[in-house]
């Protein structure tokens, strides 16, 4: 077997061990740990390799910025956080979190990230969306799905509940199950 195809397989069989092991959603430490053991596999590969030692020097970085991250630190590099621009609330973090939960359920039932992204951003309240969107932008689907991606490592609960609620509990079509679960996320709000 070649060193690159010894890389494919273990890369491989950790996207299987991740896939079975995230089968109603990946949490945040899942998710950490298996980038982390992804890049050491890459790392390890370049080490292995003749004459290609040190060449992995920005990938050794990432992961061990990702080690800080797991471990609680801030890594300032791997921030992308405005300067003068104050982090969103808890509330709006949990609201968005929420959201996400909405579009999960609506990917699970088969619409496609960008169509469950933007139903959800269709069926915000535009009382809500103030709370919701930075007022100088214009609101996209792309955000809609970036709080999904973020949600499942800040505020799994919210996120898993709602998805939740809406297998489980919900009645209806998903698209009404979808449309009244923002509706009552949107009341909660005042």
Do not use: C
Request: aromatic share 6%.
């Amino acid at each position: 077997m070649t060193p690159i195809d010894a890389l494919a397989k273990r890369l491989d069989e950790m996207r299987e061990q991740y896939q079975d092991g995230t089968k109603r959603g990946a949490v945040a430490w899942q998710r950490r740990l298996v980038a982390h053991q992804s890049l050491l596999a890459v790392i390890e590969f370049i080490d292995a390799m003749p004459g290609w030692r040190g060449r992995d020097f920005a990938l050794s970085d990432l992961l061990e910025g990702l080690t800080d991250i797991d471990a609680g630190r801030q890594v300032d590099w791997l921030s992308n956080v405005a300067p003068n621009r104050p982090p969103v609330s808890a509330r709006v973090s949990i609201l968005r979190a929420r959201l996400a939960g909405v579009m999960e359920y609506l990917m699970q039932q088969g619409k496609s990230r960008k169509d469950a992204a933007q139903y959800v951003l269709d069926h915000v309240p535009d009382g809500l969306r103030e709370d919701l969107f930075e007022k100088r932008t214009k609101p996209v689907w792309r955000t809609v799905a970036g709080w999904r991606d973020t949600a499942r490592g800040e505020h799994d609960e919210g996120y898993e509940t709602t998805v939740t609620i809406l297998n489980d509990l919900a009645v209806g079509e998903a698209d009404d199950r979808a449309k009244k679960m923002i509706g009552m996320l949107a009341k909660q709000r005042s």
